[in-house]
């Protein structure tokens, strides 16, 4: 089992600036795996609780010289905490930063076995290593051993059921707005209902007893299925239209935790171009898709996406 | 628009739109002295009044006037009165006032079903929207009849970052705090005495940068608790503080003592956004802001 790889400077910056603090909101530690193509970083896809999240990037997008080799299909996933990932990145970055001034610097990453300290046993570690003109900084991070063969297809089966498509995404306005609603609604309520109809109505809304707060956006960009809003419908306060479109069965609602809304809601961290949110067939979960445009373009990047699926506390109506 | 006709007898009591959620925020945060708190909401023609009581020895009033709104329609024959979780309240607010963004907020009471409902109506596509529910308010009076102590009134008005200090300083000594007014020299001394004595002077002639007025005939001092004294300023809003205000004290008959604040509220928070309205707007829309504290019992 073998992963070595360097990593470019597009890589570093997507990582350290972007990935890793988002990823790092959704939960502290994660998976990543590696296959001949690609990297994944993955929260909570084998066991079933919390958010689940997905950050896939083409090997290129974040590497080169990328080699790997296992005897499961050139696959290996591991657990790793993104925090100390994250913290070994700056370091990197910051030594590199001090080197540069006299020749590009290689920032090598790999997986290795060490003797620790106080163990006689070898334990695994991703390794970082910044390679200057005349020295070189090396930073381990201890990492899980390496998952087996059952539990790598156990992932893979599970990211493959992850790709399943909402019927249709609407696209959310403005992240950055809706997460600062997020944080007053923590305040209120533990849970979050929400609303998505097929001509592009969203609502989020947390209430109680004594309190209900929420938003409500009308006229979003709709992927997938879509109808057209009746027009009878037009002037109808937010709660009757919803609730008409839910039994003319062109919208659907959920209710997912305040605190998984708001995780996902971090993910803007990364700085997507475009997020999108659908509920799944069945009301299963509430997915969230983040677009990345490929710099100065409308052109959507391929090589790096990002989606989040929400578990979903009352499968509610629709 | 078709059915205006029919929805005329049921139209609210009060429709209101306000600029400046920020500038609410900070006056009514001023009379949230502990997380629970309940508070009483009046509604007249002249604006709203928030009411908060606690213990029978403190209360507080914001006032807000009609002016404060860009829009104010009041259609209710007497005055509503209503209870509200203000920790509810205010944290609704919150979410209205996006950093960054100026937003018009619309409150309606009452609702269907009696609730206050804000709603934010800068944009057709897209709002926020909140609803608390209300309670019937106790039929007790809460109102603290403040009646000057004499011929003469007994008041100073200092600034209210001083006041806030002083209050401050004063949390170690103790828990009773007395307040002494001295016409010669004019001053006015606050003093704690418990674990430690400590005493703060303002002299009028001496400094008056900080206390602004005075007026006072005969000598007067009144006890009051500490923790009562220091809700007045302790959620004193930054704006006051930075726009330089002062409060104004004065002492009334049985030692009844009225905190007075100005806290403006019409200042957008981000000035670019609303180029074009500054011109209209008045300089200094301000909510008022009252605290009155009941003396201790004396011995005496």
């Given at each position: 089992?073998?992963?070595?790889?360097?990593?470019?400077?597009?890589?570093?910056?997507?990582?350290?600036?972007?990935?890793?603090?988002?990823?790092?909101?959704?939960?502290?530690?994660?998976?990543?795996?590696?296959?001949?193509?690609?990297?994944?970083?993955?929260?909570?896809?084998?066991?079933?609780?919390?958010?689940?999240?997905?950050?896939?990037?083409?090997?290129?997008?974040?590497?080169?010289?990328?080699?790997?080799?296992?005897?499961?299909?050139?696959?290996?996933?591991?657990?790793?905490?993104?925090?100390?990932?994250?913290?070994?990145?700056?370091?990197?970055?910051?030594?590199?930063?001090?080197?540069?001034?006299?020749?590009?610097?290689?920032?090598?990453?790999?997986?290795?076995?060490?003797?620790?300290?106080?163990?006689?046993?070898?334990?695994?570690?991703?390794?970082?290593?910044?390679?200057?003109?005349?020295?070189?900084?090396?930073?381990?991070?201890?990492?899980?051993?390496?998952?087996?063969?059952?539990?790598?297809?156990?992932?893979?089966?599970?990211?493959?059921?992850?790709?399943?498509?909402?019927?249709?995404?609407?696209?959310?306005?403005?992240?950055?707005?809706?997460?600062?609603?997020?944080?007053?609604?923590?305040?209120?309520?533990?849970?979050?209902?929400?609303?998505?109809?097929?001509?592009?109505?969203?609502?989020?809304?947390?209430?109680?007893?004594?309190?209900?707060?929420?938003?409500?956006?009308?006229?979003?960009?709709?992927?997938?299925?879509?109808?057209?809003?009746?027009?009878?419908?037009?002037?109808?306060?937010?709660?009757?239209?919803?609730?008409?479109?839910?039994?003319?069965?062109?919208?659907?609602?959920?209710?997912?935790?305040?605190?998984?809304?708001?995780?996902?809601?971090?993910?803007?961290?990364?700085?997507?171009?475009?997020?999108?949110?659908?509920?799944?067939?069945?009301?299963?979960?509430?997915?969230?898709?983040?677009?990345?445009?490929?710099?100065?373009?409308?052109?959507?990047?391929?090589?790096?996406?990002?989606?989040?699926?929400?578990?979903?506390?009352?499968?509610?109506?629709? | 628009?078709?059915?205006?006709?029919?929805?005329?007898?049921?139209?609210?009591?009060?429709?209101?739109?306000?600029?400046?959620?920020?500038?609410?925020?900070?006056?009514?945060?001023?009379?949230?002295?502990?997380?629970?708190?309940?508070?009483?909401?009046?509604?007249?023609?002249?604006?709203?009044?928030?009411?908060?009581?606690?213990?029978?020895?403190?209360?507080?009033?914001?006032?807000?006037k009609r002016e404060l709104f860009i829009r104010y329609d009041y259609k209710a024959r007497g005055r509503p009165r209503f209870g509200l979780s203000?920790?509810?309240?205010?944290?609704?607010?919150?979410?209205?006032?996006?950093?960054?963004?100026?937003?018009?907020?619309?409150?309606?009471?009452?609702?269907?079903?009696?609730?206050?409902?804000?709603?934010?109506?800068?944009?057709?596509?897209?709002?926020?929207?909140?609803?608390?529910?209300?309670?019937?308010?106790?039929?007790?009076?809460?109102?603290?009849?403040?009646?000057?102590?004499?011929?003469?009134?007994?008041?100073?008005?200092?600034?209210?970052?001083?006041?806030?200090?002083?209050?401050?300083?004063?949390?170690?000594?103790?828990?009773?705090?007395?307040?002494?007014?001295?016409?010669?020299?004019?001053?006015?001394?606050?003093?704690?005495?418990?674990?430690?004595?400590?005493?703060?002077?303002?002299?009028?002639?001496?400094?008056?940068?900080?206390?602004?007025?005075?007026?006072?005939?005969?000598?007067?001092?009144?006890?009051?608790?500490?923790?009562?004294?220091?809700?007045?300023?302790?959620?004193?809003?930054?704006?006051?503080?930075?726009?330089?205000?002062?409060?104004?004290?004065?002492?009334?008959?049985?030692?009844?003592?009225?905190?007075?604040?100005?806290?403006?509220?019409?200042?957008?928070?981000?000035?670019?956004?609303?180029?074009?309205?500054?011109?209209?707007?008045?300089?200094?829309?301000?909510?008022?802001?009252?605290?009155?504290?009941?003396?201790?019992?004396?011995?005496?």
């Amino acid at each position: 089992m073998k992963f070595k790889a360097f990593l470019t400077d597009n890589g570093v910056n997507l990582l350290e600036k972007r990935f890793l603090p988002a990823l790092e909101k959704t939960g502290k530690s994660c998976h990543l795996y590696l296959t001949r193509d690609h990297a994944l970083f993955l929260h909570n896809l084998l066991n079933g609780d919390g958010v689940h999240s997905v950050a896939q990037f083409r090997k290129e997008a974040l590497f080169h010289d990328y080699r790997i080799s296992s005897n499961n299909d050139d696959r290996i996933a591991f657990a790793l905490d993104l925090s100390l990932l994250l913290r070994a990145l700056r370091s990197a970055v910051a030594v590199a930063s001090e080197y540069s001034a006299s020749a590009a610097t290689r920032l090598e990453i790999k997986l290795v076995k060490k003797l620790s300290p106080n163990s006689t046993q070898s334990m695994p570690f991703l390794t970082l290593e910044t390679r200057g003109y005349k020295s070189a900084v090396i930073q381990d991070i201890p990492i899980s051993k390496p998952l087996s063969r059952a539990q790598v297809t156990e992932l893979q089966s599970a990211l493959e059921s992850a790709q399943e498509l909402p019927p249709t995404l609407v696209q959310v306005p403005d992240l950055n707005q809706l997460l600062n609603l997020v944080d007053r609604m923590k305040q209120v309520g533990d849970v979050v209902n929400l609303f998505i109809s097929r001509h592009g109505d969203l609502s989020v809304q947390v209430s109680t007893t004594v309190i209900s707060l929420g938003a409500e956006f009308r006229r979003l960009v709709v992927i997938g299925e879509q109808t057209n809003a009746p027009s009878e419908d037009q002037n109808l306060s937010a709660q009757t239209r919803s609730s008409r479109s839910i039994s003319r069965g062109d919208g659907q609602s959920v209710q997912v935790s305040v605190k998984h809304f708001a995780k996902s809601l971090q993910c803007h961290l990364a700085r997507p171009d475009c997020a999108f949110y659908g509920i799944a067939p069945q009301g299963s979960c509430l997915t969230v898709i983040f677009q990345f445009f490929i710099p100065g373009s409308r052109e959507t990047d391929k090589s790096i996406s990002l989606h989040c699926r929400l578990p979903v506390l009352d499968p509610g109506s629709g | 628009m078709s059915d205006s006709g029919m929805e005329e007898e049921e139209a609210p009591d009060l429709i209101c739109e306000l600029e400046n959620v920020n500038g609410l925020v900070d006056a009514l945060t001023a009379v949230r002295w502990k997380r629970q708190q309940d508070a009483v909401l009046e509604l007249s023609e002249h604006g709203i009044v928030l009411i908060v009581e606690e213990s029978g020895c403190l209360q507080a009033k914001v006032y807000l006037k009609r002016e404060l709104f860009i829009r104010y329609d009041y259609k209710a024959r007497g005055r509503p009165r209503f209870g509200l979780s203000l920790g509810y309240f205010v944290d609704c607010l919150n979410a209205f006032s996006l950093p960054g963004q100026s937003s018009v907020i619309q409150i309606q009471y009452p609702g269907p079903d009696m609730q206050l409902l804000l709603k934010s109506v800068d944009s057709l596509d897209a709002s926020i929207c909140a609803e608390i529910r209300t309670r019937i308010p106790d039929t007790i009076a809460w109102n603290y009849n403040f009646e000057p102590a004499g011929a003469n009134p007994l008041t100073f008005t200092v600034k209210s970052a001083a006041l806030k200090e002083a209050i401050e300083d004063l949390e170690w000594p103790g828990s009773s705090i007395e307040i002494i007014l001295e016409p010669d020299p004019p001053s006015v001394t606050l003093r704690a005495e418990g674990h430690g004595d400590l005493q703060i002077d303002f002299m009028y002639y001496v400094n008056s940068e900080l206390l602004v007025a005075f007026q006072c005939d005969h000598r007067t001092s009144f006890k009051y608790k500490y923790k009562f004294l220091r809700a007045t300023t302790s959620n004193m809003p930054s704006t006051v503080i930075k726009e330089n205000r002062g409060s104004k004290l004065s002492i009334g008959r049985g030692g009844m003592l009225k905190v007075q604040h100005l806290v403006s509220i019409s200042k957008p928070s981000v000035s670019h956004t609303y180029v074009d309205a500054v011109g209209y707007q008045q300089p200094g829309r301000i909510a008022h802001i009252e605290f009155f504290v009941k003396p201790e019992e004396t011995e005496d």
